[in-house]
């Protein structure tokens, strides 16, 4: 059913029925890809592969916010490495290709410069359907990279080139957008905490950062008598 399919009087029973909606999208994700999805990025980060993800719009903030939570959240008290890339992120990059080439090969133009197999892609389009991010998830299924390919509505193009397809049922962009995100959290949260030790897991919250550094890693942090960023090491 269309969401909304009929006017609101007033924000907060559009609210109500808004999050009953995204209750209804969340229960849709298929849980098996879901598991099998977060195998594949946790076998990257142990193996040094990198994640390279892409979208267009409010789905590139998505990309870019997978980069910070997965490389950043994921490394916490883990001792996993997640090298991950937005195709989103370098506008230089991409206006250049736009401009000399075509807005359609802005992703998989990066794609096939950094691109190796046993890499992984992961795409966000709610339509499953723009055309960049279709070029790139076909580059990446041809050229040995896991596609990992997060929809709604019908599921496109993109959903039927991933080995692994996240589709969210629903016709409403916010409502598929929102769940986009909260599987991108889900994804960070589940394999960070299966890498901590157990007696941390209780102890953190889910994005703050310890004062010692990753394990294996130095970061700069605020954790000393200055409290001026990088003015200390951990």
């Given amino acids: 059913?269309?969401?909304p399919d009929h006017p609101f009087s007033d924000a907060g029973s559009f609210a109500d029925a808004y999050f009953e909606r995204l209750a209804t999208a969340a229960?849709?994700?298929?849980?098996?890809?879901l598991t099998k999805a977060a195998a594949i990025l946790e076998a990257a980060y142990r193996g040094g592969a990198t994640v390279y993800v892409c979208g267009n719009g409010g789905l590139a903030a998505i990309a870019n916010t997978f980069v910070c939570d997965h490389s950043k959240l994921v490394q916490t008290?883990?001792?996993?490495?997640a090298r991950v890339v937005s195709l989103s992120a370098n506008v230089p990059m991409m206006?250049?290709?736009a401009n000399d080439a075509a807005y359609d090969d802005v992703f998989v133009y990066q794609l096939q410069t950094f691109g190796r197999p046993g890499d992984v892609l992961v795409t966000v389009s709610a339509s499953g359907d723009?055309?960049?991010?279709?070029?790139?998830?076909?580059?990446?299924r041809d050229n040995g990279l896991h596609v990992i390919a997060l929809t709604g509505f019908a599921g496109g193009r993109t959903g039927g080139l991933a080995e692994v397809h996240l589709h969210v049922d629903g016709d409403n962009y916010g409502v598929i957008e929102d769940t986009h995100q909260s599987?991108?959290?889900?994804?960070?949260?589940?394999?960070?905490?299966?890498?901590m030790p157990e007696d941390l897991v209780a102890a953190r919250k889910f994005w703050s950062r310890p004062v010692q550094?990753?394990?294996?890693m130095h970061r700069w942090v605020t954790n000393c008598s200055s409290g001026v960023p990088g003015s200390c090491r951990s």
């Fill in 1 to 3: 059913m269309t969401f």
């Fill in 27 to 33: 229960a849709s994700v298929d849980r098996a890809a």
């Fill in 77 to 81: 008290d883990t001792p996993l490495t």
């Fill in 95 to 97: 206006t250049a290709i």
């Fill in 130 to 140: 723009s055309e960049n991010v279709v070029r790139a998830a076909a580059w990446a």
């Fill in 183 to 195: 599987l991108m959290h889900i994804l960070a949260q589940f394999i960070r905490q299966a890498h």
């Fill in 213 to 216: 550094p990753p394990i294996g």
